[in-house]
């Protein structure tokens, strides 16, 4: 029943997402680890605000002990890259965060993390899975007992994390703009860490959506433009300066510039790769998914520099992050990862860099937004979902990915290809991606052109082909 996504395992509460399920999951990385010889380093564990997520991390950590494999448990919500920044920083081989991300409240998952601090990649996953089928008898400690036993330890490393954050940003550019900041954290965990950073530098912080609601006020705990329509109203109601949202677990982000615009996250990538080229000095290329702008590929060949095309997931974009040294790399998600920090996104590291961006050129995020496109031109983005049936998904799969047909495009095609899903390249540098979620149940469209007009054109080529 468990079967690892693009982001790591997640299912619906008290489906899938069990206690007896969980502990099997935490069997089979335990037998893993003694297989490997790293059972010794132990194991650190993080939680989120959703339903279920302390819990679950304690049943995690009771089967380790039973495992003699020492559970580092992070005892307060946490966001997602503090977990992945202790792996790195303690050397540990293995971390695990109990959330679903920006998944629905009904949702609930694990993410694993391996050496180095990095998403566990398809090879790895896969390995887990195995593991799975052939777990013997799950056992657990008593969570008392194992803590008596140092076997389970409480640690709230978020200082280390947030001096590593403080010590790389400019603060003291900051710290001379004095910046007014609206934060939403949508209900998640990045409240306590934003507003340390924030108001280190002097910035003056104000917060929404802050408590703990296990059902995100009824929303969908993802930073888009529907769903941050309160932190707009806040921004230019109170003249901020920008407005900073992150989802469930704080590894994305979304923002409202100055103007009260909604900046989707191509257009965040595309301002942080631009700022730390040309502002700060920074060399090297860039990396993003299939559905994830061109306009970067566009603003990395002005510097002379590659932009990489992988396949959706973040472990691809830091795997090529790595192989490559690129600058930053992300997704039209709202996931985005920095060089130089940790192996992975994370919405608070970004988040801090836009400030700090916005301090060192002296200028507002809308004018930095029209400057580029001024310079690069713009380009419309249209993203659709579709829901189906388990029959539905397998005729479509089988008619777009294994018989591989097309409907007639409107216009000029350059390429093709089937890394993840199907891809559709046209000479005028617009392009649609059609493909599986691979963390719902969903069909996900993305297609970028000139105009919306275009876009919207080709995208009902598609939806009329397969019956959308």
Wanted: one cysteine or more.
């Amino acid at each position: 029943m468990i079967k690892f996504g693009t982001g790591g395992w997640r299912a619906v509460i008290g489906d899938e997402f069990t206690k007896a399920n969980i502990q099997l999951l935490a069997k089979a990385v335990a037998d893993m680890m003694h297989d490997e010889g790293v059972a010794g380093d132990g194991i650190v564990i993080g939680y989120d605000r959703r339903f279920l997520s302390k819990e679950a991390m304690q049943w995690l950590a009771c089967v380790f002990a039973a495992e003699n494999i020492k559970a580092y448990l992070i005892n307060k919500s946490a966001p997602t890259p503090l977990v992945m920044f202790y792996v790195a920083h303690h050397d540990l081989h293995y971390g695990m965060m109990v959330t679903a991300s920006h998944n629905p409240a009904l949702y609930n998952g694990v993410k694993i993390f391996t050496e180095g601090g990095k998403d566990a990649d398809e090879v790895k996953t896969a390995e887990i899975e195995n593991y799975i089928k052939n777990a013997g008898e799950v056992k657990e400690a008593v969570y008392e007992e194992g803590a008596a036993s140092g076997l389970i330890e409480e640690i709230y490393p978020l200082n280390e994390y947030l001096d590593s954050i403080i010590d790389t940003v400019d603060m003291a550019a900051i710290k001379k703009r004095g910046l007014r900041i609206a934060l939403d954290p949508m209900y998640g965990v990045s409240e306590t860490s934003l507003k340390t950073i924030l108001m280190t530098a002097r910035c003056e912080v104000e917060t929404i959506h802050e408590r703990h609601d296990t059902l995100f006020g009824g929303k969908l705990p993802a930073p888009t433009q529907e769903t941050l329509k309160s932190l707009q109203e806040y921004v230019l109601d109170r003249n901020c300066d920008l407005g900073i949202a992150t989802d469930g677990d704080a590894d994305r982000i979304g923002v409202i510039d100055d103007q009260g615009n909604f900046l989707h996250p191509n257009d965040i990538l595309v301002l942080l790769y631009y700022y730390l080229h040309k502002f700060k000095g920074w060399t090297g290329p860039a990396v993003r998914n299939i559905c994830t702008t061109h306009l970067l590929d566009r603003v990395a060949a002005s510097f002379d520099e590659e932009c990489y095309e992988v396949p959706v997931g973040f472990k691809h974009v830091s795997a090529k992050m790595y192989a490559t040294n690129a600058i930053l790399g992300g997704e039209s998600s709202g996931g985005m990862a920095v060089r130089g920090h940790i192996r992975g996104k994370d919405g608070i590291y970004a988040s801090a860099l836009l400030v700090e961006m916005i301090a060192v050129t002296g200028r507002k995020l809308s004018e930095l937004m029209a400057e580029i496109r001024e310079e690069f031109g713009g380009m419309q983005l249209i993203e659709r979902d579709y829901r189906f049936s388990s029959a539905r998904k397998e005729e479509i799969r089988q008619q777009l990915l294994i018989a591989k047909q097309l409907p007639e495009i409107p216009f000029e095609v350059e390429k093709i290809s089937y890394l993840d899903g199907l891809k559709i390249y046209l000479c005028d540098g617009g392009w649609i991606s059609v493909r599986f979620s691979g963390t719902e149940p969903l069909l996900r469209i993305f297609c970028e052109m000139g105009t919306k007009e275009d876009a919207a054109a080709l995208c009902k080529a598609i939806e009329d082909f397969l019956h959308l």
